[in-house]
């Protein structure tokens, strides 16, 4: 029978003894302080004072540290989305001479809106970028300090779910007009065909791109609504002139002019830096009724090729004139029906 002052030591004993393990198995600090001294108290207040704070500021730096490599990714994606789409290969070909000044990658205007739309795109993938880390590690948060986050993780793809279906057009819209930005299919100032509307680009933002047609109208069209894009203001451009003759010409000696009056607008300088390449006459395009259509090509600068082809009618109809060459006109003929006699149009002479 045990001595009665010893019943009391021998009773806190069994007490201390029932402790559990108040820690988690994913707390280690908690669980290594719980071995080292088998106090619950002192094992959850340790994990509160010491190890959650730790957590959350591991949270925190790992949020920092992928927001900097993925702005980084971004930095590195708008530097070559500043060249615009044409390959380096051609950049160097075209780097020097006539060509190069009149497409000078980093003097034409061009160039400069390249590198405005890249910055304003890659301001907005570092806007999502953050969002996207932010919510992340704000998720971690919650769960770190033991809260359950399915339920906001389920709101969350609900509520997603019903947006993506109730604004399906609005994000396509969205969707098309970062493509179309990241791409650098056309900006303000290039003259574009978008199938329904065509014109010059007034405004380009993530959901509509506004232009004006040559009458003066201004179209919106909707990003998402947009299938195929034709540029005429990208890079270079081409004057196709067709000049159509009789076919009592001599085909050697209109050749031959034709030749002539382009170079000679080729070596004007007043069209220095606008006609880029020697100017070729590619020769008979058509045998048509009026006569034959003899085909001339200038390749020119950017929205230049309009300009060029009114000069280059006015240089060719001088020349013709001067060589005694005509250029063909529509042949309209006309008859006249005569009349029908009063004989054949008195039905009783038929009784």
């Given at each position: 029978?045990?001595?009665?002052?010893?019943?009391?030591?021998?009773?806190?004993?069994?007490?201390?003894?029932?402790?559990?393990?108040?820690?988690?198995?994913?707390?280690?600090?908690?669980?290594?302080?719980?071995?080292?001294?088998?106090?619950?108290?002192?094992?959850?207040?340790?994990?509160?004072?010491?190890?959650?704070?730790?957590?959350?500021?591991?949270?925190?730096l790992i949020g920092l540290v992928v927001r900097w490599l993925l702005h980084r990714l971004i930095d590195r994606i708008v530097r070559k989305a500043e060249n615009g789409m044409l390959p380096n290969r051609v950049s160097r070909a075209i780097s020097g001479g006539r060509m190069g000044a009149a497409l000078n990658l980093?003097?034409?205007?061009?160039?400069?809106?390249?590198?405005?739309?890249?910055?304003?795109?890659?301001?907005?993938?570092?806007?999502?970028?953050?969002?996207?880390?932010?919510?992340?590690?704000?998720?971690?948060?919650i769960a770190e300090l033991g809260y359950d986050i399915a339920p906001l993780i389920a709101s969350a793809g609900i509520i997603g779910v019903a947006i993506g279906f109730g604004s399906q057009a609005l994000v396509k819209d969205f969707l098309s007009g970062i493509f179309m930005i990241f791409e650098d299919q056309y900006g303000v100032g290039d003259v574009v065909d978008l199938g329904e509307a065509s014109g010059t680009v007034e405004a380009v933002s993530l959901r509509v791109t506004r232009l004006r047609d040559v009458n003066g109208t201004v179209w919106y069209?909707?990003?998402?609504?947009?299938?195929?894009?034709?540029?005429?203001?990208?890079?270079?451009?081409?004057?196709?002139?067709?000049?159509?003759?009789?076919?009592a010409e001599d085909l050697v000696k209109v050749r031959r002019v034709l030749e002539e009056v382009a170079h000679d607008l080729w070596e004007d300088e007043d069209f220095k830096g606008l006609v880029i390449e020697e100017p070729e006459v590619w020769g008979v395009e058509s045998l048509g009724v009026d006569g034959i259509v003899v085909r001339v090509t200038l390749k020119t600068a950017p929205l230049e090729q309009w300009g060029v082809a009114r000069a280059m009618r006015e240089r060719v109809k001088a020349r013709f004139q001067h060589e005694g060459i005509e250029l063909a006109v529509a042949q309209r003929v006309m008859w006249q029906e005569s009349a029908p006699s009063a004989a054949s149009a008195d039905p009783s002479d038929d009784a």
């Open positions: 029978m045990p001595h009665p002052l010893t019943t009391p030591i021998i009773a806190m004993t069994e007490v201390s003894g029932s402790e559990t393990n108040p820690c988690d198995t994913s707390e280690n600090l908690c669980n290594l302080t719980w071995d080292q001294t088998g106090d619950a108290t002192l094992s959850t207040a340790v994990d509160w004072v010491v190890g959650k704070p730790s957590a959350l500021l591991g949270l925190v980093r003097d034409d205007p061009g160039y400069t809106r390249r590198v405005q739309r890249a910055a304003t795109m890659g301001s907005l993938l570092k806007s999502i970028v953050t969002g996207v880390v932010l919510t992340v590690v704000t998720l971690m948060f069209v909707r990003n998402g609504e947009i299938l195929r894009v034709g540029n005429m203001s990208q890079n270079w451009a081409r004057t196709v002139l067709d000049v159509t003759v009789g076919y």
